[in-house]
């Protein structure tokens, strides 16, 4: 509790609870971030659960970076985010469902990418998009639950 304490004390915290802009900047660059992986996670699970198939899977390496970008905003305005209110995030339950979806989204979607590689059967891809797509979506939501929950 004492780094959460710290941490909402930070010039960070203070900057994004108590400046005008700071919020609304800080959140603003949060969806950008969210919307760009959404669109990159979304459209190769999208593309692996059948959709599109005039496109091919392995196409989408090129635009992981393009996700990582966003992943990186995402997580560069989610840690500001996060300073404003760190010991009421911490232990609010959408907040901890939302980093473990996140996460395991994370770790779908590269077991996803793998599969396709691999050429895994086409159940198994599927399997692994769909269950990547709820977690991208869950953290998504639960992350917007954030707000007024707390």
Same mark, same amino acid.
């Given at each position: ?8 004390? %930070? ?7 108590? %400046? ?14 969210? $919307? ?19 496109? &091919? ?19 560069? &305005?989610?840690?500001?985010?996060? $300073? ?16 473990? $979806? ?18 895994? &059967? ?7 998009? $769909? ?20």
């Amino acid at each position: 509790m004492g780094f959460l304490l710290w941490y909402e004390e %930070s010039g960070i915290g203070i900057f994004i609870r108590e %400046s005008l802009w700071g919020y609304p900047i800080t959140l603003s660059s949060h969806a950008v971030g969210m $919307a760009t992986v959404m669109g990159v996670v979304l459209a190769l699970n999208f593309r692996v659960l059948g959709y599109a198939k005039g496109v &091919s899977i392995l196409a989408f390496d090129k635009l992981f970076l393009v996700g990582w970008v966003g992943f990186i905003i995402n997580l560069i &305005s989610g840690l500001i985010l996060f $300073a404003g209110s760190a010991s009421l995030y911490f232990f609010q339950g959408s907040f901890q469902l939302k980093i473990g $979806a996140i996460v395991l989204g994370g770790i779908l979607m590269k077991l996803v990418m793998n599969s396709v590689r691999e050429n895994k &059967s086409p159940a198994t891809q599927k399997t692994l998009a $769909a269950f990547c797509s709820l977690c991208w979506l869950v953290g998504l939501v639960t992350g917007r639950l954030m707000a007024y929950l707390g």
